[in-house]
């Protein structure tokens, strides 16, 4: 069975550039998970999505940041523009429901940004 | 809010046993989660406690005190290859923050020959 699959892995930019990340989650997975880990922290969470409805944006920076799951299966995470600051690594998770039980989150191998 | 700390580093040798400790503060708790994270890699699943007590699997054990907001993970016959960040995060009950992980800035295991 695939895994969660991001792309790219790696991506350097300049400040003030845009930038796209896409995640593919595991088949039949319904709750997709959008996380920025910075260097020696732990992953915390931008937004959470339902199938395609986002039921948790409340940590999202909604001035720069930007994401969308159209039809429920893949999704994206934007960033226009690019600051300094958001030099982290992009993990996207999957898992078959968010709220109760193990309902163990599966990670993808995440998208190193640098913002030079 | 949510408050998670464990130490930032650790080292062990071969074939010992290390304790990672993990306690947190939360609104609410609904189950407590370690992941395993190896350099450049992404954080895979190790074990879920959410009742008081001692969940076994294999060299690795994970122990909850809901009442003292207190988890540890119990790694034995360590491996060279159990170097990696060991990652405590806590999921809340309820609330806009329901399902959410709460993650806690990882634990450098180093293991020495």
């Known amino acids: 069975e695939a895994g969660v699959v991001q792309s790219p892995r790696y991506k350097i930019i300049e400040k003030k550039q845009p930038v796209a990340f896409w995640c593919n989650p595991i088949?039949?997975?319904?709750?997709l998970y959008w996380y920025r880990q910075n260097l020696g922290q732990g992953p915390e969470l931008l937004i959470r999505?339902?199938?395609?409805?986002?039921?948790?944006d409340s940590q999202l920076p909604k001035d720069r940041f930007s994401a969308e799951r159209l039809k429920g299966v893949d999704s994206t995470l934007k960033i226009q523009p690019a600051e300094l600051g958001d030099s982290a690594v992009y993990l996207c998770a999957s898992s078959l429901k968010g709220t109760s039980g193990i309902n163990e989150q599966f990670f993808g191998p995440g998208t190193r940004l640098t913002v030079l | 809010g949510q408050n998670i700390d464990q130490p930032t580093e650790m080292t062990a040798t071969e074939g010992a046993i290390v304790q990672i400790n993990c306690t947190y503060q939360t609104s609410g708790f609904n189950g407590l989660f370690w992941y395993q994270q190896h350099a450049g890699e992404a954080p895979t699943f190790l074990s879920y406690?959410?009742?008081?007590g001692l969940e076994e699997k294999g060299r690795f054990s994970s122990f909850l005190s809901r009442s003292k907001g207190y988890s540890y993970l119990l790694l034995k016959e360590l491996q060279m290859k159990d170097s990696a960040s060991y990652l405590c995060?806590?999921?809340?009950?309820?609330?806009?923050?329901?399902?959410?992980?709460?993650f806690g800035r990882g634990t450098q295991l180093t293991v020495w020959p």
């Open positions: 406690n959410v009742l008081d």
């Open positions: 088949s039949g997975h319904n709750t």
């Open positions: 999505y339902e199938n395609e409805e986002a039921v948790d």
């Open positions: 995060a806590v999921r809340p009950r309820g609330g806009s923050t329901l399902g959410r992980l709460y």
